[in-house]
Antibody, heavy 115, light 107 residues
Framework: EVQLVESGGGLVQPGRSLRLSCAAS????????MHWVRQAPGKGLEWVSG????????DYADSVKGRFTISRDNAKNSLYLQMNSLRAEDTAFYYC????????WGLGTLVTVSS | DIQMTQSPSSLSASVGDSVTITCRAS??????LAWFQQKPGKAPKSLIY???ILQSGVPSKFSGSGSGTDFTLTITSLQPEDFATYYC?????????FGGGTKVELK
């Protein structure tokens, strides 16, 4: 059974940093592209970033480009999102998802950016 | 970026009804379209990929069609557990983009 478990969310002040993690199990992680998608409270879904199986291709939404960095450790079956220079508008649930068609999602972790 | 426009943004229906949601892409995306269901407080769940292929375990009451720029999601015989918000998503081109969502509410 595919499982994705996000962690690392919390309350952070504007301008500070946070690192999210996504632990994967139940599938061949090093064969799969992975993505981060976020959802601000009461709003729709927004793709944040994606990374191919070997980190050979990485892309970001314009809204986070230059501030967020996606990475993965295939030996640890883990996906990461380093978030720097956080803004109030980054407040959202952050989900990791498997494959470009986002076939499987984690339960999400809430990031709140507020002073 | 490819814009995904869903309509309607909300609809009211009764148990047993059938409903259709449309999704239009601002440029052709082939059949690289997925549909998701999201219930309040829960993560989205994948229903359909490649425009018309049901994910494993998704009941056949859900069906998708379309290619190019115009797509539809049809849900037949609505049951209480089907009242939720539905999103389309294109994965033909980065950045991946979602429709604004369609909330299916109980009439």
């Amino acid at each position: 059974e595919v499982q994705l478990v996000e962690s690392g969310g919390g309350l952070v002040q504007p301008g500070r940093s946070l690192r999210l993690s996504c632990a994967a199990s139940g599938f061949k992680f090093d064969d799969s592209a992975m993505h981060w998608v976020r959802q601000a409270p009461g709003k729709g879904l927004e793709w944040v970033s994606g990374i191919t199986w070997n980190s050979g291709f990485i892309d970001y939404a314009d809204s986070v480009k230059g501030r967020f960095t996606i990475s993965r450790d295939n030996a640890k079956n883990s996906l990461y999102l380093q978030m720097n220079s956080l803004r109030a508008e980054d407040t959202a649930f952050y989900y990791c998802a498997k494959d470009v068609d986002l076939a499987y999602w984690g339960l999400g972790t809430l990031v709140t950016v507020s002073s | 970026d490819i814009q995904m426009t869903q309509s309607p943004s909300s609809l009211s229906a009764s148990v047993g009804d059938s409903v259709t949601i449309t999704c239009r892409a601002s440029q052709a995306i082939g059949n690289f379209l997925a549909w998701f269901q999201q219930k309040p407080g829960k993560a989205p769940k994948s229903l359909i990929y490649k425009a018309s292929i049901l994910q494993s375990g998704v009941p056949s009451k859900f069906s998708g069609s379309g290619s190019g720029t115009d797509f539809t999601l049809t849900i037949t015989s609505l049951q209480p557990e089907d009242f939720a918000t539905y999103y389309c998503q294109q994965y033909n081109t980065y950045p991946l983009t979602f429709g604004g969502g369609t909330k299916v509410e109980l009439k």
